[in-house]
């Protein structure tokens, strides 16, 4: 059977059922004893094991078989759950995400998985999986070798293929003083001719020579008896070697009263647990049931871009034949015209709400994300998450991942104090973080939220002032929150002390550099002692946008209209100088000019012997300015088109497109011309 034609759809399901276990687990680290829980778990990581099997990933397999049976204990009563059952659990969800990535890349979904497996299988026998890879003790108290299902499986399969396996004792001299060295030594001689397949003690006990002067390896080669002997003895201050056929038949036995005694064990709770499930199926079966009524089709990302495309090309042959009938000025072309775009208004719709994806997308990586840095930092977070039905397109969900992980690291870190730090402030030991998005006109507004310790406003501007981001003079004149906004300059960082998480400067410019290149923007405002927020603005979507177009003499140019508050006219009179810069009084604000003809060198070819001008007043976050243009065309859709890779940094532009009449306009950024 070819496997080739279903890899899409078991990356694409692999993927599903791994996000829904992780949602799970978090929800089960809060109610612990809630059965329907674990079951759905189960019923994923079931599936999971079975798609991976079926498609010949072994690895895949082996680490969600094993951890299936530690949630088949679970289930079954045979474990209770606690944050270190479900730490282990977590890591096996990384490893079985990373092979799946693998798989996504190219690669084969290889993993060395042998550590992660022990620890779980530790786990469902009831026995301390932290010590699992320490040093195991037979009932005379001397080190010994032990095997699980995964160890029997690799021993099993390399003695078929003809593979000589072997138990080791190496003995070290007493006046050894380098333990760890002379046992790195056999290891890296052992791995010239075979491999290592488990240690007692571990190697991390070696290294660190918490071991007396014996330890014990299991060993897979090609060579035989006495030469393995021959290549461990020439390494010196051994004393002894002792080396034993591996006797596949007692193990085997051993597995298979192992197995007898599950079997035994899950029948006693056989009834227990199958009421369980009955009394707790009811929610999955109307999950389904909801799932059946909302008919769905899974379509390959790339077909909805060829579509989006075509139907781009489209936009632009309809505004030609607008321009078309309006030069003509036939009723029956024009009558045929609107109809016309009213249609493709609407096909223009649902094209973009077919690319359009639930910010949930994004937002269901953080809860883990948070649960792992708030044991890092030893900190007590609760992460509040409103609005992750709100819709984006695609292009924004794929880039917009990255900044709100630095902005709820940032929050973490600098943001939510020590449950010791809240306690004596006054506050709950517990730190709350709300991720919110919601719709507003056109763009889609993400607000990340803190109760911490809030910006000192002060410690902002001394960094500030040291850098050289800012002068003395104009210091003395910033608003707060304009102080504020200096945390997103380049470099800048108010962090004591560097660490991991965050406080090397290289986050929040970051941030607002990458919203930016989405057509966005990023504030931050805060009260000292109770917390800080960061709104982040994003257009709805990239590819058809609405502008008001220009004239620069002969030349079109594209304004975006997010970035507009209003047109105006201007008279001559009203313009004043202010530090070599011409500024008008808009709204009781100074506002400075740029004119663009100057800007883009265009060439002049008529004066203006009007008394005012024709102004674009555009917004960047809380700064103004005044575009200055020689008229006014009109507001149009438009698609937004790349320049290509030729003209990858041009000043202020950030695209352009096809007008009706074949014209080419540029599309202006806004934000880089506030600067």
């Known amino acids: 059977m070819e496997m080739n034609q279903y890899l899409d759809l078991f990356i694409d399901e692999s993927r599903e059922h791994l996000q829904n276990i992780n949602e799970n687990l978090l929800e089960l680290e809060k109610d612990p004893t809630n059965l329907a829980i674990v079951n759905e778990i189960f019923r994923s990581a079931h599936t999971l094991k079975g798609m991976s099997a079926t498609m010949g990933y072994e690895d895949l397999a082996n680490l969600t078989h094993q951890m299936e049976n530690v949630l088949d204990a679970i289930r079954n009563n045979k474990l209770t759950v606690n944050s270190s059952i479900l730490d282990v659990v977590f890591q096996s969800i990384d490893d079985l995400e990373a092979m799946v990535e693998s798989i996504a890349t190219g690669g084969d979904g290889k993993r060395d998985v042998k550590e992660i497996v022990r620890k779980l299988a530790a786990i469902e026998k009831g026995t301390d999986f932290t010590d699992e890879q320490e040093t195991v003790k037979n009932d005379s108290g001397q080190l010994t070798l032990q095997y699980d299902d995964y160890d029997y499986a690799v021993i099993e399969q390399s003695m078929e293929q003809g593979f000589n396996v072997y138990e080791i004792r190496i003995e070290l001299t007493s006046s050894c003083i380098l333990k760890a060295a002379r046992s790195f030594m056999v290891f890296e001689a052992l791995e010239q001719n075979g491999e290592i397949l488990k240690s007692n003690p571990s190697v991390d006990k070696l290294e660190t020579e918490q071991f007396d002067a014996v330890f014990y390896v299991t060993f897979v080669t090609k060579i035989d008896f006495s030469d393995v002997k021959n290549v461990i003895m020439k390494i010196s201050e051994i004393n002894s070697v002792e080396i034993t056929s591996f006797d596949l038949s007692r193990m085997k036995q051993e597995v298979e009263h192992n197995e007898a005694a599950k079997v035994i064990a899950a029948a006693e709770n056989e009834v227990a647990a199958t009421a369980t499930v009955v009394e707790t199926n009811d929610q999955p079966k109307n999950k389904a049931a909801n799932q059946a009524n909302s008919k769905t089709i899974r379509v390959n990302i790339e077909r909805l871009d060829i579509l989006m495309n075509l139907f781009e090309e489209l936009v632009i042959d309809r505004g030609r034949l607008e321009q078309i009938s309006r030069d003509l000025s036939h009723v029956e072309l024009q009558e045929t015209v609107e109809r016309m775009t009213r249609v493709s208004s609407d096909l223009q719709s649902i094209i ?307 007008l009706g009449d074949g014209q080419v306009a540029l599309i202006l950024d806004c934000n880089a011309l506030i600067k």
Not at 449 to 477: C, F, H, M, P, W
Not at 538 to 555: A, D, F, G, N, R
């Open 352 to 658: 973009l709400n077919m690319r359009m994806i639930p910010i949930d997308t994004v937002f269901n990586r953080f809860p883990r994300m948070v649960r792992q840095l708030s044991k890092d930092l030893n900190k007590k977070i609760d992460l509040q998450i409103f609005g992750a039905e709100t819709e984006l397109d695609r292009t924004v969900i794929d880039e917009i991942g990255d900044p709100l992980v630095h902005l709820i690291r940032n929050a973490l870190d600098h943001g939510i104090e020590t449950p010791e730090v809240r306690v004596s402030k006054g506050k709950p030991e517990t730190g709350t973080v709300q991720l919110k998005a919601f719709h507003s006109g056109n763009h889609v507004f993400i607000e990340v939220k803190e109760d911490g310790a809030g910006i000192n406003r002060d410690k902002v501007l001394e960094k500030a002032l040291k850098n050289k981001i800012i002068t003395e003079q104009q210091a003395s004149t910033l608003t707060d929150k304009q102080v504020y906004e200096l945390i997103f300059a380049s470099g800048f960082s108010t962090a004591e002390v560097l660490s991991d998480i965050s406080g090397r400067g290289v986050g929040l410019d970051v941030v607002k550099s990458k919203i930016e290149s989405l057509g966005g923007t990023v504030s931050v405002d805060s009260v000292l002692g109770h917390g800080t927020t960061f709104s982040v603005q994003l257009p709805l979507t990239l590819s058809i946008i609405s502008v008001m177009l220009v004239e620069l003499q002969k030349e079109k140019y594209a304004i975006p209209l997010s970035s507009i508050i209003e047109t105006a006219f201007i008279k001559k009179t009203d313009i004043m100088s202010a530090h070599n810069q011409k500024v008008i009084d808009f709204r009781g604000k100074v506002v400075p000019l740029l004119y663009l003809n100057d800007l883009f060198n265009v060439p002049t070819e008529t004066t203006n012997t009007t008394d005012g001008i024709s102004v674009v007043i555009v917004r960047k976050g809380d700064k103004l300015a005044g575009l200055v243009v020689d008229s006014f065309i009109g507001q149009q859709e438009i698609v937004l088109k790349s320049l290509g890779n030729y003209l990858t940094n041009v000043f202020a532009i950030s695209g352009a497109t096809i």
